[in-house]
């Protein structure tokens, strides 16, 4: 990520995010002073506040782009899970840190340096290398930002990369680094090997009572029982409080009438857009297209392509630029416009087509109307009985009783694994949430109330903790069967093992893998493998047997587990060949990637400098009740 502050990304995705996130302060840490300080802060670096409002707007806009990696919503308690509010919070502050050093450096950009420096970055020219205005409007677009908020946000960014980008500057890889990551990675070897055949070698007779009971000992763990829980569980879930609320005719006519807009279908244009880098050019350009040059020709002669002028098929509130915005929309279709001036260049337009909006109906949408009303007032409804509950908690009811008041559905679980499965192996919740709700109940103790469960559709579960069955030892004779497999699959593994060890010895003496192979297997095959290095996965052999290979010398011999860890591979290391000289692609390589761990390391020590001279207080309590920890 360092690398590409410094020189500029190759990827379409990464340039196009690059002008906003360009640095992340994931990995480095917050220093450890946690203590409460503002009542209006969650947290200070020197005498920088980050509000509480800034972090949830963050923190936010992070969970929906985790939730869109994902492909499906991730809650809070997920998230916390991810550790996402950690994350959020030590990016901010590093983020604080270093804007604090800036002010402190007087380092300023003015609203023409931003709109200068946009059209010189990599990030936003196109494939000819010009500055391209479509890539400003897909990161707006993406990231939902207005030009204000784009501009202001490009600011702290770019100040960030005066100051971080000295530091990058100054990282100069030592040769004999390169030369020793270089050697320990192309360094190769060949093994010569044979797989113990344990049908040849293994002989396991049957054990005496000492024996079983020896093993039952050692494996008592394995034959225990699960442990198991008694829970109480009741459930708030979207469906049931969509059950208790109604939507009239009357509210949903309202309702239409308030948001019909939103009912719409709207006007939908697809525009093709020349960017020019004053009006003269855009006239001139204009005036040619008058005179009988095609539109995608003159896009041509300003050096883009058809395919970067073209918009897409888009809504007017899809355009940012208000200017651009109300000039596309008032145009005819195959007109070209007159040279119109955005905030961030002059341009050209032409709609090649026009979708016609829609005007929707009551009748039509009518039932859209009623869920959509629906799932608000089952939200709110949600709420009330979250509150009943809570009232019913706080009066010492069990959560049994509440469900008979509430009408709530009560759930009963005499008997639970930490898997959700009851003795008989069956599921004790059918629910897309089991695995959270029976994990809150494994992480309770009896007595001992808990916050509820966010659910995924925005319901709760609460989970009492009525029993506690550990895990208890299953008496020999009930297990016994058991333990002769558990005896007959360490004995062979104990077997092939000192089989081969005998191998190695012999190897070790001087005898050659051949000679050894004829006692290992039945066919005596010895196998060769392909030059290794210390990453290869080769076919055949385990990644131990690669680990084992490069602690040992040429000649040298060892055995280790098969890959399916049904026997052993006998070896001895037949040639080591060091590393050839690096090519230049190679070399290159290596400087690349030793630059980034070592401007990472760079940049790290300077934050962490920076909060350790500033100051950083972090209101526990606040962050805690943020991220859910406490309600």
């Given at each position: 990520m360092l690398e590409a502050l410094r020189r500029g990304s190759q990827g379409i995705v990464v340039k196009l995010l690059l002008a906003i996130l360009v640095l992340s302060f994931a990995i480095w840490g917050v220093a450890d002073v946690f203590t409460g300080f503002g009542r209006n802060s969650l947290a200070e670096v020197g005498?920088?506040?980050?509000?509480?409002?800034?972090?949830?707007?963050?923190?936010?806009?992070?969970?929906?782009a985790l939730s869109y990696r994902a492909g499906r919503r991730i809650t809070a308690e997920q998230a916390r899970a991810f550790?996402?509010?950690?994350?959020?919070?030590?990016?901010?502050?590093g983020w604080a840190a270093v804007d604090t050093h800036a002010h402190e450096l007087r380092l300023s950009l003015s609203d023409?340096?931003?709109?200068e420096g946009l059209k010189r970055d990599p990030a936003f020219q196109g494939a000819d290398g010009k500055y391209s205005r479509s890539a400003v409007d897909t990161v707006m677009r993406q990231l939902n930002l207005s030009e204000a908020g784009f501009v202001a946000l490009r600011r702290k960014e770019e100040l960030r990369q005066q100051i971080t980008g000295a530091l990058s500057e100054a990282v100069v890889v030592p040769e004999a680094m390169i030369d020793l990551l270089h050697g320990n990675r192309e360094e190769t070897r060949v093994l010569s090997y044979v797989r113990v055949d344990p049908d040849k070698v293994v002989k396991v007779e049957a054990p005496d009572e000492a024996k079983l009971k020896a093993t039952y000992e050692t494996h008592k763990g394995e034959f225990a029982t699960k442990p198991t829980r008694k829970l109480a569980v009741l459930l708030l879930t979207l469906e049931d409080a969509k059950k208790r609320v109604t939507v009239t005719?009357?509210?949903?006519?309202?309702?239409?009438?308030?948001?019909?807009a939103s009912y719409d279908t709207p006007e939908k244009r697809r525009i093709q857009q020349i960017a020019f880098p004053d009006k003269a050019a855009a006239e001139a350009a204009k005036k040619a297209i008058d005179g009988g040059q095609s539109f995608v020709d003159a896009a041509t002669a300003a050096g883009a392509k058809e395919s970067d002028i073209d918009l897409g098929l888009i809504t007017k509130s899809k355009l940012f630029d208000a200017a651009i915005r109300d000039a596309a929309f008032a145009l005819e279709k195959d007109k070209v416009s007159d040279p119109v001036e955005g905030r961030f260049s002059t341009v050209l337009l032409r709609v090649t087509a026009i979708e016609p909006g829609e005007q929707s109906t009551f009748d039509g949408v009518k039932q859209k109307v009623i869920d959509k009303l629906t799932n608000e007032k089952a939200r709110i409804e949600i709420g009330k009985l979250h509150d009943d509950v809570d009232d019913g908690r706080a009066g010492g009811r069990a959560l049994k009783d509440i469900a008979a008041k509430t009408g709530?559905?009560?759930?009963?679980?005499?008997?639970?694994?930490?898997?959700?499965?009851?003795?008989?192996?069956?599921?004790v919740i059918d629910r897309p949430d089991a695995s959270r709700i029976i994990g809150a109940g494994f992480a309770g103790q009896i007595g001992v109330e808990q916050d509820p469960v966010e659910l995924a559709d925005s319901g709760f579960a609460w989970v009492d903790v009525l029993g506690i069955t550990p895990a208890t030892d299953r008496p020999f004779e009930e297990v016994k069967a058991e333990v002769e497999k558990v005896y007959e699959a360490d004995e062979r593994k104990r077997q092939i093992r000192a089989f081969a060890d005998k191998l190695v010895d012999r190897l070790k003496a001087g005898e050659t893998i051949e000679a050894v192979a004829a006692d290992a297997a039945a066919d005596a095959k010895v196998e060769t493998s392909?030059?290794?290095?210390?990453?290869?996965?080769?076919?055949?052999?385990?990644r131990a047997a690669v680990a084992q290979a490069f602690a040992l010398g040429k000649g040298s011999a060892s055995s280790a587990d098969t890959q399916d860890g049904s026997s052993r591979h006998v070896f001895i290391v037949k040639e080591v060949v060091p590393a050839p000289a690096p090519t230049k692609e190679q070399r290159a390589r290596l400087v690349k990637e030793l630059e980034g761990n070592l401007?990472?390391?760079?940049?790290?020590?300077?934050?962490?400098?920076?909060?350790?001279?500033?100051?950083?207080?972090?209101?526990q309590t606040a962050f805690d009740r943020l991220s859910g920890v406490t309600q």
């Open positions: 005498d920088v506040e980050i509000s509480t409002e800034e972090y949830q707007r963050v923190y936010h806009n992070e969970l929906n550790g996402l509010d950690q994350q959020v919070l030590k990016r901010m502050i023409a340096a931003i709109v005719d009357e509210e949903a006519k309202a309702a239409y009438e308030q948001e019909k709530l559905t009560f759930i009963d679980v005499p008997a639970a694994d930490a898997s959700g499965m009851s003795p008989d192996g069956k599921p392909a030059p290794l290095t210390r990453a290869t996965t080769p076919q055949g052999l385990s401007e990472s390391d760079a940049i790290t020590a300077y934050v962490e400098a920076l909060q350790r001279r500033l100051g950083t207080y972090v209101n």
